[in-house]
């Protein structure tokens, strides 16, 4: 894991292109100069100037701006939200998912209103808001990235825009950007292996990996006694055996689905499992900090150093409705254990 950039090469880029064609549109009023990179001509219908070979249009939308309210709020976002992305999925992704939210978006928005005066980023906007948002839902790479605040908000102004007290907004650009994103990121936490992987440690690994602190065992205790504070306090002894974190575990979430739970409970369930896997296999507790965050994961103490990731709670909660939680922690120790035999 390489050192975080607080910067995105994307995001740089496609805000220079928006802040571009806004001053030689003077922010959307010279209409002339935009004729280019509406989704269509103005003075022409359906989508003959694309099918001609005008390709481009179906992107271009996203890059004019009405106004310099309308591109600062966009651009920020483009900001903040793009270096999450290209950070953890890397620059070539950033601009794929960029085309791909685009370009639904834009034609969404077209076909919805018969209308091709409109533009923004707030398709991606709002579609690399949902990723983020879906990700830190199931994988702990993405965990605490979006406060619940943030999503609140999102969600507050998709809702404002569409009652029509802002003024025209191009609001199926939004809806499809939140659908796009969202469903991207679902579709891959449902193919990735993100219940249990390993890999060794690189040299820029190693650098940014490190033992735990005392804000790192202080943490990681409060999300323990939160969990064994479920038990009634004659059965607390439990939880000190794997059998009885797995058990209350399973309680837990029959109680109250994880969609329902906030952040910290989620990460709490996350930690207990891991606390588990390490009272069977040896593993030990360690943190990667990435300078944006710092991450919990578990590692060997053969030679070379691996690493391994907790289980994500997403995946526990699907072992609990399967009746199969027992067989998720067989599989996870049998994973570890292949990984310290290969390094024997």
Not at 22 to 40: D, K, M, V
Not at 132 to 140: H, K, M
Not at 209 to 225: C, G, M, P
Not at 249 to 276: C, G, N, S, W, Y
């Amino acid at each position: 894991m390489t050192k975080f950039k607080n910067y995105s090469i994307v995001s740089i880029a496609l805000i220079a292109l928006s802040a571009l064609v806004a001053l030689s549109s003077h922010f959307g009023e010279t209409i002339e100069n935009l004729r280019i990179l509406f989704i269509t001509d103005p003075d022409q219908t359906g989508f003959a100037d694309i099918f001609s070979g005008q390709i481009w249009r179906l992107l271009t939308p996203a890059f004019i701006h009405f106004g310099p309210m309308h591109l600062i709020f966009n651009m920020l976002w483009v900001w903040d939200l793009g270096i999450v992305i290209e950070n953890r999925k890397g620059p070539g992704f950033y601009l794929g998912f960029f085309v791909v939210a685009a370009v639904i978006s834009n034609i969404a928005q077209y076909l919805f209103t018969d209308n091709p005066f409109f533009g923004g980023m707030s398709g991606v906007v709002y579609g690399l808001f949902s990723y983020i948002w879906i990700r830190g839902r199931y994988d702990s790479e993405f965990n605490g990235i979006m406060r619940k605040a943030i999503v609140n908000m999102m969600l507050a102004w998709f809702v404002l825009c569409w009652t029509g007290l802002l003024g025209p907004i191009a609001n199926w650009a939004h809806t499809m950007g939140l659908l796009v994103g969202a469903a991207w990121a679902y579709i891959e936490c449902r193919n990735m292996k993100l219940d249990l992987s390993s890999a060794t440690l690189t040299g820029n690994q190693a650098q940014n990996l490190q033992y735990f602190s005392t804000a790192d065992i202080l943490k990681a205790e409060a999300q323990r006694s939160w969990v064994k504070e479920q038990y009634l306090p004659e059965a607390r002894a439990q939880f000190e055996t794997i059998e009885g974190k797995l058990k209350i575990i399973e309680v837990i979430l029959q109680h109250k689905a994880i969609e329902a739970r906030p952040l910290d409970e989620v990460q709490a369930l996350e930690t207990v499992f891991a606390d588990a896997l390490i009272q069977e296999t040896g593993l030990k507790w360690a943190v990667i900090d990435n300078d944006q965050q710092r991450i919990f994961v578990m590692i060997s103490s053969g030679a070379p150093l691996s690493i391994f990731n907790p289980v994500p709670a997403s995946k526990i909660t699907r072992a609990v409705q399967d009746a199969k939680l027992a067989e998720l922690f067989s599989a996870s120790v049998s994973t570890i254990r292949q990984n310290q035999q290969g390094q024997t």
